[in-house]
T-cell receptor
């Protein structure tokens, strides 16, 4: 059974700082997703990573995937308050029938 | 429509009442997932459809939960004899090669 673990679960950082959120998954996965969720809202798709070594960037967020290590990272550069949210990674089982989520990382960016 | 649409957005049910939650996926998306998200937690898989076929229902917590997608488009998640522990946000997602896109969810409160 595919398991996904994120760390840290809670992250408080100052504006302008950099940080990385880690996502480990237990078995082979076809693809890795990152989502953002604001309180009371649904999940907003940020990135889909399809292959080993994939790197995608959007604004201050950059995601990467290492399938050999079964690790994905979400790097935050020069954080701003608007990035405060909960970030989830999710891995798709190779059968394509289930997207398994991590516990989420609650990010708070302080002015 | 442009995105995944769920209705109702909010539902308050008395314990023991039956409820039906609707999901209208992105047109043309073959794959459809239902997830349950408790407060402060990540989404938990409930069931998966490929067209009208329910290929995985292993996440349904009890036989009070039933999902269908009779024509391979709109899906309904039904919960019979609701209990307080069923209170959660129920998320629907449809999936294609580009990613899994979530609806706004239905927040179910059982009183």
């Amino acid at each position: 059974e595919l398991k996904v673990e994120q760390n840290p679960l809670f992250l408080s950082m100052q504006e302008g700082k950099n940080y990385t959120i880690y996502c480990n998954y237990s078995t082979t996965s076809d693809r890795l997703y990152w989502y953002r969720q604001d309180p009371g809202k649904s999940l907003e798709s940020l990135f889909v990573l399809l292959s080993n070594g994939a790197v995608k960037q959007e604004g201050r967020l950059m995601a990467s995937l290492d399938t050999k290590a079964r690790l994905s990272t979400l790097h935050i550069t020069a954080a701003v308050h608007d990035l405060s949210a909960t970030y989830f990674c999710a891995a798709l089982q190779t059968s394509g029938s289930r997207l398994t989520f991590g516990e989420g990382t609650q990010l708070t960016v302080n002015p | 429509g442009a995105g995944v649409s769920q209705s109702p957005r909010y539902k308050v049910a008395k314990r023991g009442q039956d409820v039906a939650l609707r999901c209208d996926p992105i047109s043309g998306h073959v794959s459809l997932f239902w997830y349950q998200q408790a407060l402060g937690q990540g989404p938990e898989f409930l069931t998966y459809f490929q067209n009208e076929a329910q290929l995985d229902k292993s996440g349904l917590p009890s036989d009070r939960f039933f999902a269908e997608r009779p024509e391979g488009s709109v899906s309904t998640l039904k919960i019979q004899r609701t209990q307080q522990e069923d209170s959660a946000v129920y998320l629907c997602a449809s999936h294609d090669g580009a990613g899994a896109f979530f609806g706004q969810g239905t927040r179910l409160t059982v009183v």
